[in-house]
T-cell receptor
Framework: KQEVTQIPAALSVPEGENLVLNCSFT??????LQWFRQDPGKGLTSLLL?????REQTSGRLNASLDKSSGRSTLYIAASQPGDSATYLCAVPQIYNQGGKLIFGQGTELSVKP | ETGVTQSPTHLIKTRGQQVTLRCSSQ?????VSWYQQALGQGPQFIFQYYREEENGRGNFPPRFSGLQFPNYSSELNVNALELDDSALYLC????????????FGEGSRLTVL
């Protein structure tokens, strides 16, 4: 049974710092992995989707990597800003190539202090 | 292109009552998935609808039911509400033949008293 874990649960950094968020999954046979951002009380915003054949994806100051063999993905945020404060969630499909049915980690709550 | 929209945004019910939540999928998307997110937790998959039929279900009891309409919009119904049903209910849409990105609405916050 696939399980997704995110450590740490919370992270506080000063503005301008580069940081890495971690996501681990128990079954390496994943089709893709998606990173989301969630502001308090709001829905999820898709940040990056990495297909199983890819090693990394980049969008602006965000870079997500995927290492299936070790069951890990990281989300790198460069030059963090207070506006980056949110909860970051990673998710993988429950069934290999069936979209829409995701297993989520519990999220990392990020606070960027001015 | 319109995004995923959900209604109502907030609602309060009492134990034993029934609730209906609504979702309009993103333009061009034919699949709708529903998730429950308790405070401080990641979202949990409830079920998915494709071509007006349930296409997979998570570990939720039968009092959680849904519908999908010909225009791909969807409803989530919860009967006999319990206190533990208090949560943010999220709807997400995708294109069935594409196992790519999932797009979420802003959610419906349900409080059961």
């Amino acid at each position: 049974k696939q399980e997704v874990t995110q450590i740490p649960a919370a992270l506080s950094v000063p503005e301008g710092e580069n940081l890495v968020l971690n996501c681990s999954f128990t079954d390496s046979a994943i089709y893709n992995l998606q990173w989301f951002r969630q502001d308090p009380g709001k829905g999820l915003t898709s940040l990056l989707l990495i297909q199983s054949s890819q090693r990394e994806q980049t969008s602006g100051r965000l870079n997500a990597s995927l290492d299936k063999s070790s069951g890990r993905s990281t989300l790198y945020i460069a030059a963090s800003q207070p506006g980056d404060s949110a909860t970051y969630l990673c998710a993988v499909p429950q069934i290999y190539n069936q979209g829409g049915k995701l297993i989520f980690g519990q999220g990392t709550e990020l606070s960027v202090k001015p | 292109e319109t995004g995923v929209t959900q209604s109502p945004t907030h609602l309060i019910k009492t134990r034993g009552q029934q609730v209906t939540l609504r979702c309009s999928s993103q333009s061009g998307h034919n699949t709708v998935s529903w998730y429950q997110q308790a405070l401080g937790q990641g979202p949990q998959f409830i079920f998915q609808y494709y071509r007006e039929e349930e296409n997979g279900r998570g570990n939720f009891p039968p009092r959680f039911s849904g519908l999908q309409f010909p225009n791909y919009s969807s409803e989530l119904n919860v009967n006999a509400l319990e206190l533990d049903d208090s949560a943010l209910y999220l709807c997400a849409s995708s294109f069935r033949q594409n196992t790519g990105e999932l797009f979420f609405g802003e959610g419906s916050r349900l409080t059961v008293l």
